[in-house]
């Protein structure tokens, strides 16, 4: 059987809720890495766009990108990645957060290691959307997100500019990233919530605790964890500390000389449930995100084809109640989130 010929992985429904439901793989690509905050060794955009073929014919096929990724050179990439073959894809892209010095009415993001900073101005994501649109050389994109909800200007102000677009007939669908119960209600009541991006992992399970990925579940949702890898610690990979200047993750609490040690023992385990039920430790890891509900996709991010055949396996690993008891129980890391 050839590459192409695999059968596509399971698939799952983005904004099952809503009016423009799109079924996408149970795992989608996220496209970060290939251009921004995970350093430039290694990084090549041939593979990256082989990359992101490769997944269209395995079925993974919610392919994320965002406009503050490069920042703009992500976009581009997808872009020509996806020259020829849009039909395949459900594409998402985001806007709302601006690399570098601060526009009129932006507001600092607390978590950025990057000088990033929320604009969520109407004006500002009404150029940004069309911006986007010309970078991926698209008439319309599967999913707008907004990045993060700036706090100096209503959400009610942002997600009504956004529905706009979906008027307009150049989103289909929209979706938040990092909120919390409270906004998502604001938003809904103005225009459905198709998605919520946010980190969760095995790791980072915050998205559990506040009450956000039920609060997908009850209204139709999709749930888009970002760093369901732990930004790849839990694929066990990562052993020491060493990271390139412009690596995101050399500003990582969690990822410090002392912090890791102590992470590592998380590792330890997964790498152990891995061996029993003959996966891969970052197939484990997703299996377990996948695990949180049928409205969850992830998206982890790869540049490299062999990655991107691992993770597409998990979609297929069944984890049995032996592994979820063990998952389940592992303690909370060492060090903060950002």
């Not at 995101?248 to 040690?261: Q, Y």
Request: charged content about 20%.
């Amino acid at each position: 059987m050839s590459r192409a010929a695999t059968p596509p992985i399971p698939a799952r429904v983005l904004g099952a809720g809503g009016p423009s439901p799109a079924p996408v793989g149970a795992i989608g690509l996220g496209c970060m890495g290939m251009s921004w905050a995970y350093g430039d060794e290694g990084r090549d955009e041939k593979e990256s766009v082989a990359v992101i073929h490769r997944a269209l014919e395995l079925g993974v096929t919610l392919i994320d990108t965002s406009d503050m990724y490069g920042p703009f050179t992500n976009e581009e990439l997808v872009g020509r990645a996806l020259a020829g073959r849009r039909e395949q894809a459900v594409l998402a892209t985001k806007g709302g957060l601006v690399v570098g010095k601060p526009p009129a009415g932006g507001t600092a993001d607390p978590h950025a290691a990057y000088g990033i900073n929320r604009v969520g101005r109407p004006e500002h994501l009404r150029s940004a959307f069309d911006a986007s649109l010309r970078r991926l050389q698209v008439d319309h994109v599967d999913l707008y997100q907004l990045h993060r909800v700036d706090p100096e200007v209503p959400i009610e102000d942002s997600w009504g500019a956004m529905a706009e677009f979906v008027d307009a007939g150049k989103a289909r669908m929209l979706g938040l990233s990092e909120v919390s119960v409270e906004e998502l209600e604001r938003a809904h009541a103005i225009h459905p919530v198709a998605s919520v991006q946010s980190e969760l992992s095995l790791w980072t399970r915050g998205a559990i605790d506040d009450g956000v990925l039920a609060w997908c579940a009850e209204h139709g949702a999709s749930f888009i964890p970002f760093s369901p890898l732990g930004r790849g610690f839990l694929t066990g990979a990562i052993t020491a500390a060493s990271f390139d200047e412009d690596d995101f993750r050399a500003k990582n609490p969690r990822f410090t000389p002392e912090a890791l040690a102590a992470n590592l023992k998380l590792v330890d385990v997964v790498k152990e449930v891995a061996a029993r039920l003959q996966a891969t430790p970052a197939q484990v890891a997703l299996a377990w995100v996948l695990d949180q509900g049928e409205h969850v996709v992830p998206i982890p991010g790869t540049r490299r084809l062999g990655r991107l055949e691992e993770n597409a396996g998990a979609a297929r690993l069944t984890l049995d109640a032996e592994a979820r008891g063990v998952l389940n129980a592992l303690p909370a890391p060492t060090g903060a989130r950002y």
